[in-house]
């Protein structure tokens, strides 16, 4: 007969499930990149400041910063909160009446009739003394119209005061995406941009000991070997954190130990998935990223080789890229290899849809390097499930690498060819947004 596995919180005697996956408020941690994020946004939201941007890594806290942030506002803000932002100017509009309360009748679903609609509501909130918190969730995820829509919104004010304010809430990838020149003039009116970054060695000690003591128990046992490979594994990333412990405190139990030792941590990890790549590769991406935005001048001598060495990793040694300015088109082509692997020579390819975004990794999720408009040639390097591997150049004319959908691609020798001599990254194409 199969001994049952204990239920840790009677066995430990805990009031309260101590290291709970969902944001509670009342298990809020002040650490110093909390805090300090926490005062600076009140600051600004108490000021009426316009722009606002809260970054960090998946699993920082900012989920649980942002429910504490919206209990504490005073009486004279009214808050839309966006948590779907990958819609269009026009979703944009329908999701911010609908989190106003706003009804929409089916014949005022035009843009501008909705745009006069929100106006009208803005404007009778400022009669009553009060503004508009607009709160965008995943704010990485934003087309570039809609951000400019967004900005056009902050623009509705009184002679004395402004009426809209705007906090965007994201992965550090939001930064690459506010770096795109098209955004130049929002990015002027952000005020307020802060970062939340992971708890060190002593806030992880000091978070698991905050929170086993608002359970009902400050003395349970914890080894500082323990602590010590519980800090390596998570990186100070609070949800890995408590995904960790609640763990470990079932094996623990399970073992029938009244603390916790190394070996429950280790076991405890093998039952449980790898959480990807973590902030470590999320930060590669971010480094690629500005490298192929052309920033990698603010790092210094050191940075441009490592930016070069991690191209070449990424390229591999076999293409080169020619770029003919006196006509504008972009020609790619290949260096000969001693190898008869047509693949790794590169395919040439052409962009087949009205535009397309071309990732650091084979992931939707993944931080867009550039956009690609139709008939931008590529040429396809590798591929893997439903991405291929492709070399562009992007709107700076710098040669980078990336992976596109292969539904976006036309891939084959015949593919020179038909590329269009009008359209190339970086501008335009018939005011449509990446897919």
Known sequence: MTQSVPDYLNWFHFK????????????????????????????????????????????????????????????DKQVALIVTPAVSPKGLMNLLLEELGVKIPPERSELALLLKDFQEHILALAQTNKGLLIVVDEAQDLPLETLEQLRLLSN???????????????????????????????????????????????ETTDYIRFRLSRAGR??????????????????????????????????????????????HLDQALSTLPEPGAGIETSRFKDLVSRFSLGKNLAYGGAGCMLGIVLCFFLLGTNMASIVHHGTGKIKTETVAQNTPDKLSKGIPGVVSVKSARIHVMPSKKSSVLTIAWAGCRVVVLDEMGKWYKVMAQNKDKKTITGWLLKTQV??????????????????????????
């Open 16 to 75: 309260e499930q101590p290291f709970r996956m969902s944001p509670d408020p009342d298990f809020f941690f002040p650490s110093r990149a909390h805090k300090q994020a926490m005062d600076v946004l009140n600051y600004g939201i108490s000021r009426g400041e316009g722009f606002m941007v809260l970054s960090g890594h998946a699993g920082t806290g900012k989920t649980m910063l942002l429910r504490l942030l919206l209990q504490g506002l005073r009486q």
């Open 156 to 202: 509705i004010e009184t002679g004395k005061k402004k009426l809209i304010q705007i906090l965007l809430v994201g992965q550090p990838e939001i930064k690459n995406l506010l770096a795109d020149p098209r955004l130049c003039q929002l990015t002027q009116r952000i005020v307020i941009n802060e970062e939340l970054t992971p708890l060190d060695e002593q």
């Open 218 to 263: 400050p003395d349970l046992p914890v080894s500082q070997s323990f602590l010590a490979a519980l800090y390596k594994r998570t990186r100070g990333l609070p949800r890995l954190i408590n995904r960790a412990m609640d763990r470990a405190l079932l094996m623990a139990a399970a073992a029938g130990s009244k603390g916790l030792e190394r070996l």
């Open 410 to 435: 036309e891939r084959g020798l015949s593919a020179a060819n038909s590329f269009s001599r009008k359209e190339d990254m970086g501008s335009r194409h018939n005011g449509q947004r990446p897919i």
